[in-house]
Nanobody, 113 residues
Framework: QVQLVESGGGLVQAGGSLRLSCAGS????????MGWYRQAPGKQREPVAT???????NYQDSVKGRFTISRDSARNTVYLQMTSLKPEDTAVYYC???????WGQGTQVTVSS
């Protein structure tokens, strides 16, 4: 059973930075497209950024230029570097394996104004 475990969330002031990590078990993750999603209270879960095994990336328009997704295949880990954080970035952030259709448990990010 593949597991994804997110970490790195927390409380930060507007303009600050956080780096989220998603550590996975199982070698299949190396060949999986991976994504970071977020869900704010009362809203639907939405994609934030995705990355292919080859490193190609896509971002939601609202985070372009501020967030960077990356992966370390040797460590089965995907990262989301978040800078210039805004209060509207407040949400629970989840990582997702497209190939394995598996979600992590989520990590809370709260940005205060």
């Amino acid at each position: 059973q593949v597991q994804l475990v997110e970490s790195g969330g927390g409380l930060v002031q507007a303009g600050g930075s956080l780096r989220l990590s998603c550590a996975g078990s199982g070698s299949m993750l190396r060949i999986s497209n991976m994504g970071w999603y977020r869900q704010a209270p009362g809203k639907q879960r939405e994609p934030v950024a995705t990355i292919t095994p080859g490193g190609s990336t896509n971002y939601q328009d609202s985070v372009k230029g501020r967030f960077t997704i990356s992966r370390d295949s040797a460590r089965n880990t995907v990262y989301l570097q978040m800078t210039s954080l805004k209060p509207e970035d407040t949400a629970v952030y989840y990582c997702y394996s497209v190939l394995l259709k598996t979600w992590g448990q989520g990590t809370q990010v709260t940005v205060s104004s």
